[in-house]
């Protein structure tokens, strides 16, 4: 049995999609399963230095250019699928309605990721891990033996992050904003300079926000770290766009500034928010505004003044229940 992963990572889409399948390939080791990663990405190099921190080795991967047509992804994607494996993953939104026809014409059984819930979809399974998610959304949109995995009960966690609590330190925070090192860029620059009380953690796999933040020495940078669990433990809060990070800081327990910055981020902001795990922001430059009107200590207090630990579970078994789930339909 042989899982093959198709999925996007770079400057542009971030490493979310990627550290969420190599959380579920975590778990297919542990099952004896083999997988195999195909990669769209606009930097190819960072990905495969970040993948040979994670001790991923390189015939496990390999690389679509950030130029490829829908037509010749499907094609060579099938090809693939064809040579040796059993099932196969989609986690990314460049697919549509002809590129999902062809790996159905063509015999492909596959989970796909979604968000949106707004279209129609052929999968064998669906998995959505927004909190906000549930199954109703997709009653009149699959076929009738589509398997859902749907809500913050299948939120994915790599192994780094389970198993120990918190040990926070009081003005220690966390930015982590994914792709689009801009706003990295503009946090640093108008925000961490002038709150010289606070010690930032950043995580920003570039070496031109690593040249910016040379001489600020109230800021630790980690561009490729295997133990990312042991920089998050140590926040009081968390500044990161919507994505994956968000699961992984509630399942620690740490309060968060969620900054969207892809469509795909903005209904798990807005639910985060509502369940007080969160304060949200539009946009970078919206809250830099409030910074600087009110003071980011001002926003700290006001945020741990609100938070509530604990009203969404996540319990870091999202991915044993995924891995389940794709093992009994291949059987």
Same mark, same amino acid.
């Given at each position: 049995?042989?899982?093959?992963?198709?999925?996007?990572?770079?400057?542009?889409?971030?490493?979310?999609?990627?550290?969420?399948?190599?959380?579920? =390939?975590?778990?297919?080791?542990?099952?004896?399963?083999?997988?195999?990663?195909?990669?769209?990405?606009?930097?190819?190099?960072?990905?495969?230095?970040?993948?040979? @921190?994670?001790?991923?080795?390189?015939?496990?991967?390999?690389?679509?250019?950030?130029?490829?047509?829908?037509?010749?992804?499907?094609?060579?994607?099938?090809?693939?699928?064809?040579?040796?494996?059993?099932?196969?993953?989609?986690?990314?939104?460049?697919?549509?309605?002809?590129?999902?026809?062809?790996?159905?014409?063509?015999?492909?059984?596959?989970?796909?990721?979604?968000?949106?819930?707004?279209?129609?979809?052929? =999968?064998?399974?669906?998995? @959505?891990?927004?909190?906000?998610?549930?199954?109703?959304?997709?009653?009149?949109?699959?076929?009738?033996?589509?398997?859902?995995? +749907?809500?913050?009960?299948?939120?994915?966690?790599?192994?780094?992050?389970?198993?120990?609590?918190?040990?926070?330190?009081?003005?220690?925070?966390?930015?982590?904003?994914?792709?689009?090192?801009?706003?990295?860029?503009?946090?640093?620059?108008?925000?961490?300079?002038?709150?010289?009380?606070?010690?930032?953690? +950043?995580?920003?796999?570039?070496?031109?926000?690593?040249?910016?933040?040379?001489?600020?020495?109230?800021?630790?940078?980690?561009?490729?770290?295997?133990?990312?669990?042991?920089?998050?433990?140590?926040?009081?809060?968390?500044?990161?766009?919507?994505?994956?990070?968000?699961?992984?800081?509630?399942?620690?327990?740490?309060?968060?500034?969620?900054?969207?910055? =892809? @469509?795909?981020?903005?209904? @798990?902001?807005?639910?985060?928010?509502?369940?007080?795990?969160?304060?949200?922001?539009?946009?970078?430059?919206?809250?830099?505004?409030?910074?600087?009107?009110?003071?980011?200590?001002?926003?700290?207090?006001?945020?741990?003044?609100?938070?509530?630990?604990?009203?969404?579970? +996540?319990?870091?078994?999202?991915?044993?229940?995924?891995?389940?789930?794709?093992?009994?339909?291949?059987?």
């Amino acid at each position: 049995m042989k899982i093959l992963f198709r999925l996007n990572a770079g400057n542009q889409n971030g490493f979310g999609h990627l550290t969420r399948c190599l959380a579920i =390939a975590e778990e297919l080791i542990r099952k004896d399963v083999k997988f195999y990663f195909l990669i769209k990405s606009d930097n190819s190099h960072a990905i495969s230095d970040f993948l040979l @921190n994670e001790g991923v080795s390189r015939e496990l991967y390999s690389f679509f250019s950030a130029d490829i047509t829908k037509k010749e992804d499907a094609e060579q994607l099938i090809k693939l699928y064809k040579q040796d494996f059993s099932f196969l993953v989609l986690d990314h939104y460049d697919h549509d309605k002809e590129y999902c026809q062809k790996l159905s014409e063509a015999g492909v059984k596959w989970a796909q990721f979604d968000y949106a819930a707004t279209t129609e979809i052929i =999968a064998d399974i669906i998995i @959505n891990t927004n909190i906000g998610a549930d199954r109703s959304m997709y009653l009149n949109l699959v076929r009738p033996n589509t398997v859902l995995c +749907i809500g913050y009960k299948y939120a994915i966690l790599r192994d780094s992050i389970l198993g120990k609590e918190k040990d926070s330190v009081k003005n220690h925070i966390l930015i982590s904003m994914g792709g689009g090192k801009s706003n990295v860029i503009n946090l640093l620059e108008s925000v961490i300079k002038e709150e010289t009380k606070f010690i930032f953690h +950043i995580i920003a796999r570039d070496s031109i926000v690593n040249k910016k933040l040379s001489k600020n020495t109230n800021v630790c940078v980690y561009e490729n770290i295997s133990n990312i669990g042991e920089v998050y433990r140590k926040v009081q809060i968390a500044i990161v766009a919507g994505g994956v990070t968000t699961f992984e800081l509630a399942y620690l327990d740490i309060p968060m500034i969620i900054i969207p910055i =892809a @469509n795909n981020q903005i209904q @798990n902001t807005i639910a985060w928010t509502k369940h007080k795990f969160a304060r949200s922001y539009t946009n970078v430059q919206d809250f830099i505004t409030e910074v600087k009107k009110t003071g980011l200590q001002s926003i700290v207090s006001a945020i741990m003044h609100q938070f509530q630990c604990k009203k969404v579970i +996540i319990d870091g078994l999202g991915k044993q229940r995924i891995v389940k789930t794709i093992i009994e339909n291949i059987l």
